[in-house]
């Protein structure tokens, strides 16, 4: 079994900083890769980074260069850190974990565990 638990989120006027944090905890002998999702009204899950064992982060096109994706001080945890927020960053923001070494894709269907999102919203 294997949890994952977000924290952070809220509301912030655009330009604002937020930082939302996960982990992941239970059956996880294989280091997972970790990944942070998000969702908005109507639209499709998109990807918003993946960290893999090896540190190494991937970002989706809409926010590179404002958000970074980080381990946490503890084993098992990503950090985001968003700058510059827009109003289109409004969305739930989802944590992912998947076994492996190897990080998917940003493919929703690839990822096995999920958290139940918080809420992220950017007003102008």
């Known amino acids: 079994q294997v949890h994952v638990v977000e924290s952070g989120g809220g509301s912030v006027q655009a330009g604002g900083s937020l930082r939302l944090s996960c982990a992941v905890s239970g059956d996880t002998d294989i280091a997972p890769c970790l990944a942070w999702f998000r969702q908005a009204p109507g639209r499709e899950r998109e990807g918003v980074v993946t960290?893999?064992?090896?540190?190494?982060?991937r970002y989706g096109e809409a926010v590179k260069g404002r958000f970074t994706g980080s381990q946490g001080n503890a084993k098992n945890t990503l950090v985001l850190e968003m700058n510059s927020l827009k109003p289109e960053d409004t969305a739930m923001y989802y944590c992912a974990a998947e076994p492996g070494r190897v990080c998917p894709p940003f493919i929703p269907s690839a990822f096995d565990f999920w958290g139940q999102g918080t809420q992220v919203t950017v007003s102008s």
């Open positions: 960290l893999d064992p090896y540190g190494r982060t």
